[in-house]
């Protein structure tokens, strides 16, 4: 037992057959973790998605093993080990007993990762059927798409919302810049919202120029009270401001949280005279 223990341990696939034609008993000790492990592992490897990381026997004498433990019923105890076996109707019956789709195993991966580095479409197709997370990450922040080199696999996943790393990538490059730039354009709203307040024509006209939109800027009011920089150009009886703002598009109906336009502020204020020529 200790040299049968031995040749799996040291993935002595050959000696393990050999040992196993001697005595079929032996075929019952093995762990299906371990057996499913090294299916996905060596299935990496072969993907050049992982590194080849000794001992590494042969694969085609691991699948004559695996063929074996297929025979005498010896399949995985969760969803990830039964579909590196290729265990359909395992894969059904842990469904249908409790098991949920995107279980993990083997460094947080799911079925539906290890359907796409055995490069197996049918396995992926009926794992997708049955509502598999295309976009589940594992600890490397790799997705199923990541497994596999079947160019129908990629589509496949592709075509119900997977990306690749390079296209998540980019997606998340763009969404870092779209930030950027929507910060960008807080600031300059709020700055631009300062200088009407404080009155600062000069930097009111500098800080517009420098908008990326200026129409967002030029319309852009205070939550707190619904002000624009027309109202306070209003206020502060601005009439160089009053008349930069209008000449650029500022939206002159646009009311407050007192339900006032610009003008209407004027008039309570009597300084109608800010809006003519």
Partial sequence: MEKFENSIFNEQWDKALEFIS???????????YDISWKIFYYSLVENGKEKHIPPFGKKTDLNKLVEICNVNGITGKNLPQATAFKDKNQIKFLLANGHKINEEDFGERTALMVASALNDKELVSFLIKENANVSHFDQD????????????????????????????????DDYCNARESLNEIREINLSFMKSAENGNFEKLEKVFNQSKIKSLTL??????????ALHYAVKNNDKKS???????????EKRNLDNLTAKELAEQLERTNLFTE
């Avoid at 009053?242 to 002159?252: A, W």
């Fill in 22 to 32: 001697k005595d079929e008993n032996l075929i019952f000790e093995l762990n299906p």
């Fill in 141 to 172: 922040n790799l997705e199923a798409i990541d497994f596999t080199t079947s160019n129908e696999i990629i589509e496949i996943l592709k075509a119900n919302g997977g990306k690749t790393e390079q296209e998540r990538d980019k997606e998340y």
């Fill in 219 to 228: 319309n852009f009011a205070y939550p707190i009270n619904g002000w624009t």
């Fill in 242 to 252: 009053v008349k930069f703002l209008i000449e650029n598009g500022i939206d002159i």
